[in-house]
């Protein structure tokens, strides 16, 4: 490539990057304003929203109601996508690749679609306004993602250790229980942070699934965002920022360490 | 030892080992139960049942659904026991949701252009990285999709704002001799829509060309081919299979926009997406709701029947 273009080349990716960044960069600056208004802050920098966000109780218990729901969204992910990744790791089946395709079609189906088909069964089967069906909305994106982890990370696994076990007489779940799970533990925990993520962040299930009671963080921030932008959201943007890298960070260093251990074994 | 070891574990676990054992030709079953409850119970019924509820009469907006508790006389979101294609047919006669329908066939092709655009070259960028850059980038390019999309959209009413950045940086460069408007309009409703999609193009795409055997580039530059004529005769035609399934998923992803036009467009630049919960808790009219987010699926199984059939037939890079 001639010196011109590839300079080109180096100044789009920039522009790129900046695109992806700036955005985030831009909302989370807002939060740290002094001023009433919506000024990017120059000098001074304040904790006033943040304040003003932990003395709100509606926020307050968004907070909470996001906790409760991406919890029980890992607990119900966790398990469906788990013994799925199992049986596609461990078992040959016939159809076992379109079985795999179909597993994964909720990830690329619009969260209006999903939202729009489950208000309806909610409501028929009672669950609607509930903190368990905005989990299971939520589960249908994340357990998807799971089965990936959990597959790489137990397919990847040393057959041997397994077949020690085995021929020591360990049953067969004891050798799940004593022997792999303790071996993919940090992929689990990594599968949980992801679920984790998206739940915290996903609001359009959230705001056709909940009621006032089972508001999350991003369902109160969406009508603000609508109707009347102030630093107060940026504070609750933030806070979902915050939650969101501190996740990642903890989901990178689990990675790394698990990169550590595999290095000393070779 | 070791000997005495197994023993020992085969008696602990002693009967219990034995009933589990005899499950074993059901195991993968067995572990497949709760993903097929997930599956059919939460996300193929509730399709199905999406389409149902779409044939019900619709109360119209005057049936109040405010007290629709199950059973209830009066209140409830649709007739009961009805079928009707009524509402489809006031959709597809309607100007308003004509318009609508039209209109989110063009801005979901404006997307998937802009969004195609952008992501090939920047996962090619990516791809000829170095290692540690490489890793850095991918992270850059995930960063937007693991957080919060109205996060994104809150930085984006204020970059585009009138006194935004963006604005005084044009100002500042003498393009403009005064402020553009930016937000609640095309411009703002593109820009935010392509950064929801993008990531998941751009990994598409950078996993295509690293899946690529390299030996091909090599031979190719080996045979003395310069390296923009090594990208188009070789790179480039063997990575179009990837790169359509990211245009795939960019399409489907662009015809379900909701964030974008709902927060950063305006009342003239809607879609059906937007029109889905308007219809559902404003208009209290869940049939017509239904309606318009199964139009939203049959689009969106059409590009994936087209897709397939391209993929079926014979094309030029398949030969």
Redesign the interface.
């Given at each position: 490539?001639r010196p011109l273009g590839r300079a080109a080349?180096h100044a789009?990716?920039l522009l790129?990057?900046i695109?992806?960044?700036?955005?985030?960069?831009?909302?989370?600056l807002?939060s740290f304003t002094p001023s009433r208004f919506?000024r990017?802050p120059t000098t001074d920098y304040s904790l006033r929203w943040y304040v003003a966000f932990f003395n709100d109780l509606k926020w307050m218990e968004g907070l909470w109601n996001s906790l409760i729901v991406s919890g029980l969204t890992i607990v119900?992910s966790l398990?469906?996508?788990m013994?799925?990744a199992?049986?596609f790791s461990?078992?040959k089946?016939k159809w076992d690749m379109t079985?795999y395709t179909?597993?994964l079609?909720?990830v690329?189906?619009?969260?209006?679609?999903?939202a729009?088909?489950?208000?309806?069964?909610a409501?028929?089967l009672?669950l609607w306004g509930g903190y368990l069906i905005i989990a299971?909305?939520h589960?249908?994106w994340a357990?998807p993602l799971v089965?990936m982890v959990m597959r790489v990370s137990l397919e990847g696994l040393d057959k041997s250790l397994e077949e020690a076990a085995r021929?020591?007489?360990?049953?067969?779940?004891?050798t799940f229980y004593e022997v792999i799970l303790p071996l993919v533990a940090p992929s689990v925990l990594v599968s949980a942070l992801f679920a984790f993520?998206i739940s915290?962040?996903e609001?359009?299930m959230a705001?056709?699934l909940g009621t006032s009671e089972t508001e999350t963080l991003?369902r109160i921030?969406?009508p603000t965002?609508?109707y009347r932008?102030t630093p107060l959201?940026?504070a609750a943007?933030g806070i979902?920022?915050l939650l969101?890298v501190a996740v990642?960070l903890l989901s990178a260093r689990i990675m790394n360490l698990r990169r550590l251990v595999e290095h000393g074994r070779s | 030892m070791?000997t005495a070891?197994?023993?020992a574990?085969?008696e602990e676990?002693g009967y219990?080992?034995g009933w589990?054992?005899r499950l074993?030709p059901y195991?993968?079953y067995?572990?497949?139960?709760?993903?097929g409850l997930?599956?059919i119970g939460?996300?193929a019924?509730?399709?199905l049942?999406?389409f149902r509820?779409s044939l019900y009469e619709s109360r119209g907006s005057s049936g109040f659904g405010i007290g629709?508790a199950?059973g209830q006389e009066g209140g409830g979101?649709y007739v009961e026991g009805t079928w009707t294609l009524d509402n489809y047919i006031r959709i597809f006669s309607d100007e308003y949701f004509q318009d609508i329908m039209i209109f989110t066939v063009e801005f979901a092709i404006l997307v998937t252009i802009v969004t195609m655009l952008?992501a090939y070259?920047?996962a090619y960028?990516i791809y000829k990285a170095g290692p540690r850059l490489k890793v850095i980038?991918l992270i850059?390019?995930i960063?937007?999709k693991?957080?919060?999309?109205?996060?994104?959209?809150?930085?984006?009413?204020?970059?585009l704002?009138n006194n935004g950045?963006v604005n005084e940086l044009l100002l500042l460069l003498g393009i403009v001799d005064e402020p553009v408007k930016l937000v609640y309009n095309l411009v703002s409703m593109t820009v935010s829509k392509v950064?929801l999609i993008i990531p998941y193009t751009i990994l598409v795409i950078t996993a295509t060309l690293h899946g690529l055997d390299p030996t091909l580039r090599d031979a190719a530059q080996g045979m003395g081919a310069s390296?923009?004529e090594t990208f188009f005769s070789v790179t480039f035609p063997l990575s179009l299979p990837g790169t359509f399934v990211a245009l795939l998923?960019t399409i489907?992803?662009a015809?379900?926009a909701?964030?974008s036009p709902?927060?950063l467009g305006n009342p003239d630049l809607q879609t059906l997406?937007v029109e889905?919960?308007k219809q559902?808790f404003e208009n209290v009219n869940?049939a017509v709701?239904?309606a318009i987010?199964f139009i939203?699926?049959a689009m969106?199984s059409l590009v994936v029947l087209i897709y397939n059939w391209i993929l079926s037939s014979r094309m030029p890079w398949r030969a």
């Open positions: 490539m080349f789009f990716a790129m990057v695109y992806f960044t700036l955005p985030m960069i831009i909302a989370v807002m919506l990017l119900l398990i469906v996508g013994t799925a199992i049986a461990r078992y089946f079985v179909l597993a079609t909720p690329f189906t619009p969260a209006v679609i999903i729009m088909a489950l208000l309806a069964v409501y028929k009672d299971i909305a589960s249908l357990f089965i021929g020591m007489g360990a049953s067969q779940w004891r993520i915290i962040n609001f359009i705001l056709f991003p921030i969406y965002l609508r932008l959201v940026a943007s979902l920022m969101t990642l | 070791a070891a197994a023993t574990l085969q676990d219990r080992a589990f054992e074993a195991y993968k067995l572990l497949l139960a709760p993903m997930m599956l939460f996300f019924w509730p399709l049942w999406l509820v629709g199950k979101f952008l070259p920047m960028y980038l850059l390019v960063l937007p693991l957080s919060n999309m109205l996060v994104l959209v809150y930085g984006l009413q204020i970059l704002a950045l950064l390296p923009a998923i489907v992803w015809l379900g909701f964030v709902a927060l997406a889905v919960p559902t869940w709701g239904s987010a939203m699926l969106m």
